[in-house]
């Protein structure tokens, strides 16, 4: 199957943006059944991750406390000042692999997809793999 991209437009700086709407469109639009799906982000300021989507406050905790682990001015060496950002990107990583069955991606009652963006507002991409049964 081919490679799909998907656009996201980020806002802040640091922020979590719940993709799980336009991943399983991209499923439905191309009527893919049973598989796995890769999502992968190839950003090294950006990571993709699975989490609650009912209560807002665990977003805001999550970033909260990662700027908290990881501040933005530590005193890091890299001349574009957002090593916090790639270092968030690698805790978090830059993709995931997905159960799909029939047409659905196969995740718990309060989960979903998130985008984390740890150096914006930026336009980023993020690619789906499909890989049938």
């Known amino acids: 199957m081919a490679l799909s991209v ?16 336009e991943v399983e469109n991209y499923l439905k ?30 977003k805001r905790d999550i970033l909260s406390y990662l700027s908290k ?3 933005r001015n530590a005193g ?4 574009e000042g957002n090593s916090d950002s790639h270092i968030k990107s690698s805790l978090v990583s830059p993709s995931l692999t997905v159960i799909v069955e029939n047409g659905r991606i196969v ?5 979903s997809i998130f985008f984390c963006e740890f150096d914006g507002p930026r336009t980023r991409k993020v690619y789906l793999k499909f890989i049938k049964e």
């Open 6 to 21: 998907l656009t996201v437009k980020t806002n802040s700086r640091n922020e979590m943006i719940d993709i799980t709407y």
């Open 29 to 58: 639009e191309n009527n893919f059944k049973n598989g796995v799906l890769t999502i992968f982000v190839p950003h090294t300021t950006a990571a993709v991750t699975i989490n609650e989507n009912a209560d807002p406050s665990v």
């Open 69 to 71: 682990l990881i501040p």
């Open 76 to 79: 890091f060496t890299h001349m």
């Open 107 to 111: 995740l718990g009652t309060w989960q």
